[in-house]
């Protein structure tokens, strides 16, 4: 079996592991340069290029995605299909590896805010929670500032809330009864958990009058 020498890993192999090229006429791949190296070269090559034209390409890609949604959508949904062990794998690493170290994190590279949670930081733990509220990320900062116009009171009970992480964003319009209401932020409150699991389906003044009823049985 002939065995050929590569010049750039400086090892003998054979005909089957060199680079192969339809213009190598004699004998159809290179005599000096193995498969692997030649990859690894052009991905060097690949790297130098994509960092020259970064604003070039980032922008002939958006004008595609642009012009072929639906195209764009197809192959964003084959990519999914073909890695999702790969994903799977890669966030339940990088989760695992923000709990144990304590790192920044999970969605962004800014720290952890421990008074809130263990994963993310301030701003996606808004998102989060804005998400799951309204079916929206947009109203974070909204919901940031309602909690310090509060004061960081309850606004049934008007108890201090330690923190976002004690509170939790109530509807003053139960969002079974108003479902068009569901996504206002302006129907959203930070409350206590005692008083947001009291209120339940009630509006503010049936939660007010049922609160008056208890405290009249009470006194009697």
Request: net charge positive.
């Amino acid at each position: 079996m002939m065995v050929y020498h590569c010049k750039i890993c400086s090892t003998d192999k054979p005909a089957e592991e060199m680079y192969r090229k339809k213009y190598f006429k004699k004998l159809g791949f290179c005599q000096s340069l193995c498969a692997d190296c030649n990859k690894a070269r052009r991905k060097t090559w690949d790297k130098i290029y994509y960092k020259k034209n970064a604003a070039f390409l980032n922008e002939q890609s958006k004008q595609w995605g642009k012009d072929n949604p639906e195209k764009k959508k197809e192959g964003a949904a084959r990519w999914y299909a073909a890695n999702k062990e790969k994903i799977r794998k890669y966030s339940s690493d990088r989760s695992k590896q923000v709990r144990d170290l304590g790192l920044h994190c999970e969605k962004c590279v800014l720290p952890i805010d421990k008074t809130l949670n263990k994963w993310w930081c301030k701003r996606h733990y808004l998102w989060h929670r804005s998400y799951n509220a309204l079916g929206t990320t947009k109203h974070w900062e909204t919901i940031e500032d309602m909690f310090y116009q509060q004061q960081r009171m309850c606004f049934y009970c008007k108890d201090r809330l330690q923190g976002m992480s004690h509170g939790e964003l109530e509807h003053m319009f139960p969002r079974k009864r108003f479902p068009e209401l569901e996504s206002s932020v302006d129907n959203l409150v930070w409350a206590c958990k005692p008083c947001n699991d009291q209120k339940h389906n009630r509006t503010v003044e049936e939660y007010n009058d049922y609160k008056k009823r208890m405290k009249e049985q009470e006194q009697q």
